[in-house]
């Protein structure tokens, strides 16, 4: 275990952790929402400090990165520990706690640079709990100019949000809705705490993208996917990857994005595509890159929004 960052003691040994915006109030000998953050004594410690039950190279759009070095290899991190609604049982996420594998910030980074990976990537299942590993990483990732990434809830405190900042090159955030009541059911989450993130990360410079995944009778309707689809339309030109649609939310989620006038929208697909002519200009699973001059389709010469 190490002591973890981001705690406020208070009188009888106990604890705010406030790392994320539940702002836990954790008792001695007790966790968090997250149940990998442990009180002892009055000081919080980390279970998960360089572990970790992922880590290999990873093509870059799993991660997902579409349009931010589209065709590269990440290397990819993650470990366990959840501040959203979680389906594990107790003794499942112990179990999982037992089999998690050391790695130091040093091997992480030296693995990366053998394996040609461009960026670290830091996922699954939720990075902001893992904090302690990503900075430290980061750092080390950043002085051997290798880029940092994280796919995330969002829902990281201002402090600990605005330090991953300054060591994170491009974020990921799911969204799974822009409506505050459907994002409580979901996740047991304030919504406006992920959208203010967001907000930060865009105003910082930060290279962002979302995913949203369609949940049944929850955010699948025509009315919930347009108001996620006019939210990203507000911020720009986000790419935007959706999960879990068949035929018809497909038709439907791409009639809404012409509608709108939004230009990256990925239904089921990993693929980067020409939003002028719509040809695959990285082909994931064939390996091929269509890409001229950086950024350019090889097709019709379009300028594709991205880093590359």
Not at 18 to 31: E, K
Not at 134 to 152: D, G, Q, R
Request: net charge positive.
């Amino acid at each position: 275990m190490n002591e973890g960052l981001y705690t406020k003691k208070l009188k009888a040994d106990r604890v705010i952790c406030t790392l994320c915006h539940h702002q836990c109030l954790i008792p001695p000998d007790s966790r968090g929402i997250c149940r990998v953050r442990n009180n002892k004594k009055g000081k919080v410690y980390s279970l998960v400090y360089q572990k970790y039950n992922e880590e290999r190279p990873e093509k870059i759009e799993e991660v997902p990165f579409l349009h931010y070095l589209p065709g590269s290899k990440s290397y990819f991190l993650g470990s366990i520990g959840e501040n959203f609604k979680s389906v594990k049982t107790d003794d499942e996420l112990e179990k999982e706690l037992k089999d998690l594998k050391k790695v130091t910030a040093d091997q992480a980074v030296k693995r990366a640079v053998k394996n040609e990976c461009k960026s670290i990537s830091y996922n699954h299942d939720e990075p902001i709990i893992f904090i302690e590993n990503v900075l430290e990483i980061a750092k080390l990732a950043k002085s051997k100019k290798i880029k940092n990434l994280i796919k995330t809830n969002g829902y990281a405190y201002e402090t600990a949000f605005k330090d991953l900042l300054k060591v994170i090159h491009a974020i990921n955030f799911q969204l799974d809705s822009v409506d505050k009541d459907i994002f409580k059911r979901l996740h047991n989450a304030k919504l406006n705490y992920v959208l203010r993130n967001i907000s930060l990360a865009i105003e910082k410079g930060t290279w962002i993208e979302i995913t949203t995944d369609l949940i049944l009778d929850m955010n699948d309707n025509e009315g919930e996917i347009r108001k996620i689809a006019e939210y990203i339309k507000s911020l720009g030109q986000i790419p935007w990857l959706i999960n879990n649609a068949d035929e018809q939310k497909e038709k439907l989620i791409l009639g809404i994005a012409k509608d709108l006038d939004l230009k990256y929208v990925y239904v089921n697909n990993k693929d980067l595509l020409c939003p002028k002519c719509g040809k695959v200009v990285v082909d994931r699973e064939k390996n091929k890159n269509h890409l001229v001059n950086k950024n350019k389709c090889e097709f019709c010469k379009k300028v594709i929004d991205g880093v590359f």
